[in-house]
């Protein structure tokens, strides 16, 4: 079966204000990476220009009102009430082709479910996708336009399971709200501690309502965290919840700004850990429908995701130039860097505090989440 890369020039290229941190042609920078890494060489690997979401599918999560301001704001039209649903803020100014941007970066999002569905592709990656934190009626935190809660809703009317599995260093908090009573949806959400980063949510405490009790699993980690704990957690949490939940389709929001040179959080991950966590996913995914959310080390983020890409693919990045994995500059741009980081492992007290929290998250799961999947 296919592995697909939804991209197309004119997403990659769009830019919400040139001082904005979000960078969409990161996702060009990794088509070059993919390129030049020959992982794009086998004919299981595609890319697909995505088109844009038709309009109806996003009233699945949306409402009418908020999408009217966001089409208005396109316009070059503003009212009060756009500030009241986030829109012309600093985090999301508005733009032209605002609401065209969201509804092609949303596009690929859905085709590339569809393609999943339809045993076309085992695995998607829209990299210009995986706005998590847009509301049912507002923007927020880079986001518009909320391609996740939009492409599963449709899903769930189609009678899929879904898991959602969120390794952004921000929780997850627009998907987590659209689907808090269902258990349709199993949301696993990793991040850097609302205590110390935005959104201010994602404690392990918000563990869904009604029938959604036991489906919406968040882990706050503490600053600092590096691989070893982070993959302490992984492992613990996310195998057994899978494996019981049995999906059809897994999401994953492959955020790369719990990198430990993200200059907007404060986690310490390296490209070791990046791998060992989509290994995992890789491992007890039926199919995998891959997004690149957050990340703002423009070459960093390109490099996990090349990385990501090929264990999803099964593939070992070669390096077309020189012949050798890793240890080379990559694109004139680039002041340093390869795919591969040096292992970084926190030492000491700090390092302690980090298990500490990580072992409380841990206990409060097992002894509340755990049991409502018969673990
Ligand atoms: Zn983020």
Redesign the pocket.
């Known amino acids: 079966m296919l592995n697909v890369l939804m991209y197309s020039d004119e997403l990659a290229n769009f830019e919400y204000k040139p001082s904005h941190p979000f960078k969409p042609m990161r996702a060009k920078l990794f088509l070059e990476l993919l390129n030049r890494y020959g992982l794009l060489d086998n004919k299981n690997q595609k890319v697909i220009e995505q088109q844009p979401l038709v309009e109806e599918l996003l009233y699945l999560f949306h409402s009418r009102e908020y999408i009217d301001l966001l089409k208005k704001g396109e316009r070059g039209e503003f009212t009060i009430e756009m500030l009241h649903a986030g829109l012309g803020t600093g985090d999301n100014p508005i733009f032209r082709s605002m609401y065209q941007t969201a509804l092609l970066a949303s596009g690929g999002t859905y085709e590339g479910t569809i393609m999943l569905l339809n045993n076309e592709a085992r695995f998607v990656f829209n990299p210009v996708g995986g706005f998590h934190h847009a509301g049912k009626g507002h923007a927020e935190g880079f986001c518009y336009i909320n391609d996740i809660a939009v492409t599963i809703s449709d899903l769930i009317k189609k009678g899929q399971r879904i898991a959602y599995i969120d390794i952004?260093?921000?929780h997850g908090n627009g998907v987590q709200d659209a689907f808090y009573n269902t258990d349709k949806v199993l949301t696993i959400s990793f991040h850097e501690s609302g205590e110390t980063l935005y959104p201010g949510s994602g404690f392990e405490n918000e563990t869904g309502i009604e029938k959604g009790m036991g489906y919406n699993v968040n882990v706050p980690l503490r600053e600092g965290t590096d691989d070893e704990v982070y993959l302490f957690a992984f492992e613990s949490i996310v195998p057994p919840l899978i494996e019981s939940f049995r999906p059809d389709i897994v999401f994953a929001t492959i955020?790369c700004?719990a990198h430990k040179d993200d200059p907007l959080a404060h986690l310490n991950l390296t490209s070791n850990g990046y791998k060992s966590i989509t290994g995992i996913i890789n491992k007890i995914s039926p199919k995998i429908l891959a997004m690149g959310?957050?990340g703002y080390n423009v070459f960093k983020t390109a490099a996990l995701w090349t990385l990501a890409w090929a264990i999803f693919c099964g593939l070992e990045p070669e390096d077309q130039h020189i012949g050798l994995i890793g240890g080379m500059m990559y694109g004139p741009e680039a002041k340093s860097g390869s795919l591969d980081d040096l292992p970084f492992i926190l030492h000491g007290r700090e390092k302690e505090l980090c298990f500490m929290q990580a072992e409380k998250v841990l206990e409060f799961i097992k002894e509340n989440i755990f049991p409502v999947h018969g673990i």
Do not use: F, P, S, T
């Open positions: 952004d260093a921000h955020g700004d959310a957050g």
